[in-house]
């Protein structure tokens, strides 16, 4: 069984850091192309950033230069390092497997404000 867990979100203020986790389990995950979502209150949930299993990377325009992605196929773990933050940036954050696409975790709550 396909299971996502996120960890890392919090409170920061305008321009602070992140890091975000994502640990997956019941998936070949070294296999999967991997991606972070988020969804603020009242919108749609977006693609934020991808990581395909080959390490290729891509990212929303809103986030690039700010957010990376990465991860440990060791671990089975995905992160979303944040930086610069902003309040437009807040939202529950989740992780997705592009080959599990409907296996969502709890989310993970970011929140930017001073």
């Known amino acids: 069984q396909v299971h996502l867990v996120e960890s890392g979100g919090g409170l920061v203020q305008p321009g602070g850091s992140l890091r975000l986790s994502c640990a997956a389990s019941g998936i070949m995950f070294s296999f999967n192309a991997m991606r972070w979502y988020r969804q603020a209150p009242g919108k749609p949930r977006e693609l934020v950033a991808l990581?395909?299993?080959?390490?290729?990377?891509n990212y929303v325009d809103a986030v690039k230069g700010r957010f990376t992605i990465s991860r440990d196929n060791a671990k089975n773990t995905v992160y979303l390092q944040m930086n610069s933050l902003k309040p437009e940036d807040t939202a529950v954050y989740y992780c997705?497997?592009?080959?599990?696409?409907?296996?969502w975790g709890q989310g993970t709550q970011v929140t930017v404000s001073s």
């Open positions: 997705n497997s592009a080959d599990y696409p409907n296996y």
């Open positions: 990581i395909l299993r080959g390490g290729t990377t």
